[in-house]
Protein backbone atom coordinates (compact mmCIF):
# COMPACT_ATOMS: atom_id res chain seq x y z
CA UNK A 1 0.00 0.00 0.00
CA UNK A 2 1.44 3.42 -0.84
CA UNK A 3 0.87 6.16 1.52
CA UNK A 4 -0.09 9.68 -0.11
CA UNK A 5 0.42 12.32 2.66
CA UNK A 6 -3.28 13.32 2.61
CA UNK A 7 -5.48 13.45 5.88
CA UNK A 8 -9.21 13.83 5.97
CA UNK A 9 -11.34 14.14 8.75
CA UNK A 10 -14.45 12.29 9.46
CA UNK A 11 -17.24 14.79 9.54
CA UNK A 12 -20.54 14.40 12.30
CA UNK A 13 -22.26 11.95 9.58
CA UNK A 14 -19.65 9.82 9.22
CA UNK A 15 -18.29 10.68 5.82
CA UNK A 16 -14.75 11.15 4.77
CA UNK A 17 -13.69 12.77 0.78
CA UNK A 18 -11.78 11.43 -1.16
CA UNK A 19 -9.63 13.89 -2.41
CA UNK A 20 -10.04 15.12 -6.29
CA UNK A 21 -6.28 13.77 -7.04
CA UNK A 22 -6.85 10.40 -6.24
CA UNK A 23 -10.44 9.97 -7.98
CA UNK A 24 -9.07 11.09 -10.73
CA UNK A 25 -5.68 9.12 -11.07
CA UNK A 26 -7.84 6.06 -9.50
CA UNK A 27 -10.72 7.02 -12.30
CA UNK A 28 -13.33 7.06 -9.44
CA UNK A 29 -16.36 9.10 -10.57
CA UNK A 30 -19.43 10.37 -9.02
CA UNK A 31 -21.83 7.35 -8.23
CA UNK A 32 -19.60 4.59 -8.44
CA UNK A 33 -19.66 1.60 -6.20
CA UNK A 34 -17.17 0.97 -3.55
CA UNK A 35 -16.56 -1.79 -1.97
CA UNK A 36 -15.33 -1.46 1.74
CA UNK A 37 -12.40 -3.60 3.31
CA UNK A 38 -11.02 -4.13 6.83
CA UNK A 39 -8.06 -6.07 8.13
CA UNK A 40 -6.24 -6.67 11.40
CA UNK A 41 -4.21 -4.04 11.55
CA UNK A 42 -6.58 -1.34 11.39
CA UNK A 43 -6.73 -0.78 8.00
CA UNK A 44 -9.85 0.67 5.85
CA UNK A 45 -9.45 -0.11 2.09
CA UNK A 46 -11.62 1.02 -0.58
CA UNK A 47 -11.87 -1.09 -3.48
CA UNK A 48 -13.54 -0.14 -7.17
CA UNK A 49 -16.43 -2.78 -7.27
CA UNK A 50 -17.09 -4.15 -10.45
CA UNK A 51 -19.99 -6.30 -11.38
CA UNK A 52 -18.52 -7.37 -13.96
CA UNK A 53 -15.47 -8.67 -12.63
CA UNK A 54 -18.33 -10.94 -10.04
CA UNK A 55 -18.95 -13.02 -13.76
CA UNK A 56 -15.36 -13.26 -15.00
CA UNK A 57 -15.30 -16.30 -15.00
CA UNK A 58 -18.92 -16.46 -16.61
CA UNK A 59 -17.56 -13.64 -18.80
CA UNK A 60 -14.56 -15.75 -19.85
CA UNK A 61 -16.32 -18.49 -21.04
CA UNK A 62 -18.99 -16.33 -23.06
CA UNK A 63 -15.65 -14.84 -24.41
CA UNK A 64 -14.17 -18.01 -25.93
CA UNK A 65 -18.03 -19.17 -27.40
CA UNK A 66 -18.17 -15.52 -29.00
CA UNK A 67 -14.92 -16.20 -30.28
CA UNK A 68 -15.72 -19.32 -31.83
CA UNK A 69 -18.53 -18.31 -33.42
CA UNK A 70 -17.35 -15.04 -34.35
CA UNK A 71 -13.82 -16.18 -35.82
CA UNK A 72 -12.29 -12.99 -34.00
CA UNK A 73 -10.58 -11.77 -30.56
CA UNK A 74 -12.75 -11.41 -28.04
CA UNK A 75 -12.31 -8.69 -24.81
CA UNK A 76 -14.52 -8.10 -22.18
CA UNK A 77 -13.85 -5.03 -19.65
CA UNK A 78 -15.53 -3.20 -17.10
CA UNK A 79 -15.26 0.62 -16.83
CA UNK A 80 -11.73 0.57 -16.04
CA UNK A 81 -10.35 -2.65 -16.77
CA UNK A 82 -10.39 -6.07 -18.95
CA UNK A 83 -11.45 -8.89 -17.12
CA UNK A 84 -11.43 -11.50 -20.30
CA UNK A 85 -9.85 -12.31 -23.03
CA UNK A 86 -10.31 -15.18 -26.15
CA UNK A 87 -8.54 -15.55 -29.03
CA UNK A 88 -5.30 -14.25 -28.17
CA UNK A 89 -2.82 -14.73 -25.41
CA UNK A 90 -4.65 -13.97 -22.18
CA UNK A 91 -1.38 -11.97 -20.88
CA UNK A 92 -1.15 -9.50 -23.87
CA UNK A 93 -4.51 -8.01 -22.47
CA UNK A 94 -6.10 -9.20 -18.94
CA UNK A 95 -6.56 -6.57 -16.45
CA UNK A 96 -5.16 -3.62 -18.49
CA UNK A 97 -6.57 -0.67 -18.35
CA UNK A 98 -9.07 0.50 -20.94
CA UNK A 99 -8.40 3.58 -23.13
CA UNK A 100 -10.09 7.15 -23.21
CA UNK A 101 -11.42 6.35 -26.36
CA UNK A 102 -13.36 2.97 -25.04
CA UNK A 103 -14.30 5.12 -21.83
CA UNK A 104 -15.83 7.82 -24.28
CA UNK A 105 -17.69 4.43 -25.88
CA UNK A 106 -19.24 3.36 -22.87
CA UNK A 107 -20.21 6.87 -21.80
CA UNK A 108 -21.82 7.44 -25.07
CA UNK A 109 -24.03 4.04 -25.35
CA UNK A 110 -22.93 3.99 -28.81
CA UNK A 111 -22.04 0.26 -30.71
CA UNK A 112 -18.55 1.08 -32.65
CA UNK A 113 -17.70 -0.34 -35.83
CA UNK A 114 -14.73 -0.38 -37.90
CA UNK A 115 -15.16 0.43 -41.67
CA UNK A 116 -12.63 1.24 -44.18
CA UNK A 117 -13.10 4.32 -43.82
CA UNK A 118 -14.35 4.88 -40.95
CA UNK A 119 -12.09 5.46 -37.42
CA UNK A 120 -9.97 3.34 -35.06
CA UNK A 121 -10.55 2.51 -31.75
CA UNK A 122 -7.47 1.60 -29.69
CA UNK A 123 -9.06 -0.01 -26.53
CA UNK A 124 -6.62 -0.98 -24.58
CA UNK A 125 -3.71 1.52 -23.34
CA UNK A 126 -0.78 0.06 -24.06
CA UNK A 127 -1.20 -2.28 -26.93
CA UNK A 128 -1.78 -1.44 -30.44
CA UNK A 129 -4.25 -3.98 -30.90
CA UNK A 130 -7.31 -2.07 -32.90
CA UNK A 131 -11.15 -3.15 -32.34
CA UNK A 132 -13.48 -4.44 -34.71
CA UNK A 133 -16.62 -3.95 -33.35
CA UNK A 134 -17.75 -3.20 -29.94
CA UNK A 135 -20.74 -2.20 -27.60
CA UNK A 136 -21.16 -0.93 -24.37
CA UNK A 137 -22.71 -3.27 -21.41
CA UNK A 138 -25.52 -1.55 -19.95
CA UNK A 139 -27.45 -3.36 -16.48
CA UNK A 140 -30.48 -1.59 -15.41
CA UNK A 141 -29.33 1.23 -17.40
CA UNK A 142 -25.61 1.88 -15.86
CA UNK A 143 -22.80 1.36 -17.86
CA UNK A 144 -20.98 -1.15 -16.55
CA UNK A 145 -18.13 -1.80 -19.09
CA UNK A 146 -18.05 -3.05 -23.30
CA UNK A 147 -17.53 -6.15 -25.46
CA UNK A 148 -15.42 -6.04 -28.37
CA UNK A 149 -14.30 -8.08 -31.71
CA UNK A 150 -10.64 -7.24 -32.18
CA UNK A 151 -9.41 -6.28 -35.45
CA UNK A 152 -7.51 -9.43 -36.60
CA UNK A 153 -6.61 -8.26 -40.38
CA UNK A 154 -10.43 -9.05 -41.96
CA UNK A 155 -10.02 -5.06 -42.28
CA UNK A 156 -14.02 -4.18 -41.47
CA UNK A 157 -16.75 -5.44 -39.06
CA UNK A 158 -19.09 -7.55 -41.16
CA UNK A 159 -23.03 -6.92 -40.30
CA UNK A 160 -23.32 -10.30 -38.18
CA UNK A 161 -19.96 -9.30 -36.48
CA UNK A 162 -21.50 -5.89 -35.41
CA UNK A 163 -25.42 -7.72 -34.11
CA UNK A 164 -22.85 -10.55 -32.23
CA UNK A 165 -21.45 -8.07 -30.05
CA UNK A 166 -24.44 -6.16 -29.53
CA UNK A 167 -26.18 -9.22 -28.64
CA UNK A 168 -23.15 -10.29 -26.39
CA UNK A 169 -23.75 -6.99 -24.70
CA UNK A 170 -27.42 -7.26 -24.08
CA UNK A 171 -26.99 -10.77 -22.82
CA UNK A 172 -24.16 -9.78 -20.39
CA UNK A 173 -26.58 -6.77 -19.09
CA UNK A 174 -29.55 -9.03 -18.30
CA UNK A 175 -26.72 -11.41 -16.65
CA UNK A 176 -26.09 -8.96 -13.94
CA UNK A 177 -29.66 -7.65 -13.64
CA UNK A 178 -30.61 -11.44 -12.52
Not at 31 to 52: A, H, M, Q, R, W
Not at 81 to 101: C, D, M, Q, T, W
Not at 161 to 176: E, N, S, T, V
Amino acid sequence: MKATGIVRRIDDLGRVVIPKEIRRTMRIREGDPLEIYTDNGGEVIFKKYSPIGELSGFAGSYAEVLHKTGGHPVVVCDRDHVVAVSGIPKKELLERRVSSSLEDLMESRQNFSLVPAGSVMQPVEGSDRMALAASPILSAGDICGAIMFLDDGSASAAEADIKLIAAAAAFLGRQMEE
